[in-house]
Each structure stands twice: as C-alpha cells, then as structure tokens.
C-alpha cells in the first residue's frame, strides 16, 4: 500500500508542473508574440521483484513481478509556429512572417547590458539628450539595429514606415529621411535558447560547457541574410496558443490527478482495513 502511495504521488507532483504549464499557456494567450510551451510524459524506471522461485511452471512471460513507480515530465517543447497577424494600424507596430525570426533587444542589467530576443513588436519612442529620440520595445529596453547599437533618431518625426528587408525608415519634418536596419536573429537550435519571460529569450548561460558559440545557436540577419527577413508593418503577430487544446488538455491532466489522488485514498482505506484486522 505504501507503494501505491508512492507511486501516485510521484505521479501527482509531476502533474502539478504540466498544470502549471497550461496555465501560463493560458494567462499569455492575449500576448503578442508569445510562443505556446508544450509538454511530454515519460515513466519512471521500473522494480523488479524475482518473488516466484518456487514457481517451475513453463511461462512465456519473464518471471517476478515489476513494479512502477509513477510518471515524469520527460520534455518541454516550444510551438515556434508562426501565430495569426493582427492589423492595428499603429506606425510602430512590427510582425515578423518567418517562423524562428526575432527582434534584437538590448536589456540593461547589473552585469552591464544583454542582448535579447523577441517577436512581441509593438515599439514606442522614448526621449534621450541631444534631442533625440531611441526606438524601445514596452518595457523601455532599447530596440537595436543591425549592429547590435540602440536605434536612436532625431525628435522632428513626421512618420514612420517599412521597407523590404526590416528596414525602419523615418522622415523628419524637414524632410530629411533615416533609414535603418532593425535588428533581426534567426534561431538555428531554437530549443537551446533561455527562456527569460513569456516573450524574451536570451543565449544560455552554458554555452561553454555545450561546447557551442553563438554562432552555432543564432545567425544575426545581416548583409545578404536580410533578403529573408518577413516583416510587415502596422500588424502585430498573436500569441500561438491554441485555446481549445490548452483546455482540453487542462481537463485530462486534472482527471489524471483525480485518479492518482483516488489511488492514494483507497491505499489510505486498505492499510486501516489490515490494521483493524490486525
């Protein structure tokens, strides 16, 4: 009976994350940008238990008996599928079309700055000195150019547009015309990446004992790579989660702890009956 108990419980604390997962796959179903996390079981190693010795009958089954011990949560797996563009008509709204494509952020930190990644692309301006103005994604971290530098320009903007190739272009009202380069990464091993929030991802911070380098994780979209940027203007790209799969997968994942829970009840009940007995 403690076994079983074990077991369901074992069961049930792995269940517990997979919950946990749905439900930030429901809570960001609205972000923009946001890319679905799915997940896998896989059991646990099983007990092999040689209790039948004096059995000499012919059997076509191995001898003893094996016992579980519960189910695990084996993997996570990004959806990095593409979600379903919004029309805003926002100027500063960007939507990248190619599937593992991302907007190049520059994060302020302790350690100094870090370069992270995003699809969530609604941008605004924020003012600098020297009357200017720097392109920011909405929690006021520098959106940066093709070089990895702060997109900044001069405050007299009249308006903004796109061309081919994610370049920014922005006319003064004096009709001078900037035209910039936005910064775009395409993730080649996009499972390697850091997870930082539900739209940030940043390089992990084991690059070296993976014996990998940036490089080999990301290639920044410059020179003739910036031919296969997808980006449109004045839409914004939704969230990829699939509400009714979230759900649905909500309720098998509750049923399967209400069985486990179940199994723990009636291990609970069978070890009083033996005490009685007793």
Request: zero cysteines.
């Amino acid at each position: 009976m403690i076994r079983t108990m074990t077991t369901a419980v074992n069961t049930m604390n792995q269940l517990q994350h997979q919950i946990d997962i749905i439900g930030n796959n429901l809570s960001n179903s609205s972000t923009n940008g946001y890319k679905a996390t799915g997940a896998s079981f896989h059991e646990m190693l099983y007990q092999q238990f040689d209790n039948d010795k004096a059995d000499t009958a012919n059997r076509q089954s191995p001898a003893g008996i094996r016992y579980g011990v519960g189910a695990m949560l084996g993997a996570t797996q990004m959806n990095w599928k593409v979600g379903s563009l919004q029309m805003t008509g926002r100027e500063l709204d960007f939507a990248l079309t190619e599937p593992k494509q991302y907007f190049t952020l520059i994060m302020p930190g302790a350690d100094g700055d870090q370069t992270v990644y995003t699809r969530q692309g609604n941008f605004y301006v924020s003012p600098v000195e020297g009357g200017q103005l720097m392109l920011v994604n909405g929690d006021g971290y520098p959106v940066a150019d093709s070089q990895g530098l702060p997109i900044t320009f001069a405050d007299n903007v009249k308006n903004y547009s796109m061309l081919p190739n994610g370049t920014l272009e922005v006319t003064h009202d004096d009709g001078a015309v900037d035209r910039i380069q936005m910064g775009v990464a395409t993730f080649e091993r996009p499972n390697l990446m850091s997870r930082l929030s539900a739209t940030l991802f940043g390089l992990p911070e084991n690059m070296a004992e993976l014996g990998l380098t940036a490089n080999d994780i990301l290639t920044e979209m410059v020179g003739a790579n910036r031919s296969q940027i997808g980006m449109e203007n004045q839409k914004l790209e939704s969230s990829n989660v699939n509400y009714e799969k979230e759900m649905t997968d909500l309720i098998n994942v509750q049923r399967s702890y209400q069985f486990n829970a179940r199994s723990v009840t009636l291990a609970d009940q069978m070890l009083g009956l033996i005490n009685n007995i007793r």
